[in-house]
């Protein structure tokens, strides 16, 4: 049986790896791989549950987290017996290492994740000016009216000819009004 973390190839450099979990245990085995001084990069998005008592935060990637390292280090502070680990992602018994322009990636992506929450639709105010981002309604002044069922949709009226029109959107798509 091939030993992979005494492999030369991989045991001298600090690489990010892939680490699969146990559901819903992302975030015990990221605190437990912090005390044990690992590096460890756990992409997670705020959430606004109904439930004052849940979490405010959800795993970006549901089962997974990143740790970085040389193999050896990481199977000398136990990495494989932490409680909710069940290992690195590997192909044909190989960890497999992800490039440092990936993890930028993800760190991208998750940033511009959260900057959509930051227009959190509960924040604006009824009679709000606002514009949809949609090219079908470009142009159409509209007013934020109400949320509809907390982070997932709003109604906005809209001035078309004249009338007032009530129209329920992705809050997602609603933009703070540029004057």
């Known amino acids: 049986m091939h030993n992979y973390w005494d492999n030369e190839e991989f045991s001298d450099y600090a690489l990010w ?11 015990i085995v990221d605190s437990q791989l912090q005390q044990k001084n690992i590096e460890t990069y756990f992409p997670k998005l705020r959430v606004r549950p109904v439930n004052p008592r849940s979490k405010t935060q959800k795993p970006f990637f549901p089962g997974y ?8 280090d ?5 990495l494989g017996l932490t409680r909710g ?4 992602v590997n192909f044909d018994g ?3 290492p992800i490039p440092e322009g990936v993890i930028e990636v993800v760190r991208k992506q998750v940033r511009q994740e959260e900057a959509k929450l930051d227009c ?5 105010k009824r009679g709000e000016r606002v514009w949809i981002d949609d090219p079908a309604l470009r142009g159409i002044q509209a007013r934020f009216e109400q949320c509809v069922n907390g982070e997932d949709r709003v109604i906005v009226l809209l001035s078309l000819l004249g ?7 992705e809050a997602s798509k609603l933009k703070r009004r540029a004057y």
């Open 17 to 27: 790896y892939a680490l699969r979990c146990k559901p819903n245990f992302e975030f």
């Open 65 to 72: 987290l990143f740790v970085q390292g040389s193999l050896a």
């Open 74 to 78: 990481l199977y000398q502070q136990k």
């Open 85 to 88: 680990v069940i290992g690195l």
């Open 94 to 96: 190989l960890p497999a």
């Open 120 to 124: 959190d639709p509960a924040s604006f």
């Open 163 to 169: 009338r007032t029109v009530r129209l329920q959107t």
